[in-house]
């Protein structure tokens, strides 16, 4: 389709839950704008229309729990009261915890530990991990981002390959002890 033929959508909403085609939607914005409210509303009305809709959460500041009511944790939890309808709340933290806690020496835990927190973005990087393991299965027919405020979604969006190479500089260190 060329740029001539291209017809912009009337912005409602429900243009946005007609595009079947629609697979990912990320809420963005500056902190304190709404943009739990906005994500979670949207996938309540996603879930009336698709099979599957998994809402994550990538904002340090976790409000999905708060907001239907019900704890989440990094894996899709289904929300009561939908058979369709998943949520999740990423925790970069005790994923970089996970992370050094299955390397097999324990006396380059905290050696590992120290290096992985100092490393800039790193909350970022395993956010995206965790992301990128569901959107490999892709198991939901949508999946919706809560996003965390703009400069925390930036570096979240812009980090990863930075990250990646900078974990395996670590990990190969820590084979060396």
Request: proline content about 5%; some cysteine.
């Amino acid at each position: 389709m060329s740029d001539d033929e291209f017809q912009p959508l009337t912005p409602t909403l429900q243009n946005v839950l007609d595009q079947t085609s629609l697979q990912w939607v990320f809420v963005g914005g500056k902190g304190g704008v709404g943009k739990t409210t906005t994500s979670s509303s949207l996938a309540v009305q996603m879930a009336a229309v698709r099979k599957s809709v998994l809402l994550i959460s990538t904002d340090p500041a976790h409000n999905l729990s708060d907001a239907f009511g019900q704890k989440f944790s990094k894996d899709p939890t289904l929300v009561q009261g939908f058979s369709n309808l998943y949520c999740m709340e990423i925790d970069p933290t005790s994923s970089i915890q996970e992370m050094i806690e299955s390397q097999e020496n324990g006396a380059m835990n905290s050696i590992m530990q120290d290096l992985a927190f100092a490393i800039p973005g790193v909350d970022e990087a395993m956010g995206f991990a965790e992301v990128m393991k569901l959107v490999k299965s892709m198991e939901y027919q949508v999946i919706i981002f809560d996003t965390a405020p703009t400069g925390h979604t930036l570096r979240f969006l812009s980090f990863p390959t930075v990250l990646e190479k900078a974990l395996a500089k670590v990990s190969q260190l820590s084979g060396r002890f």
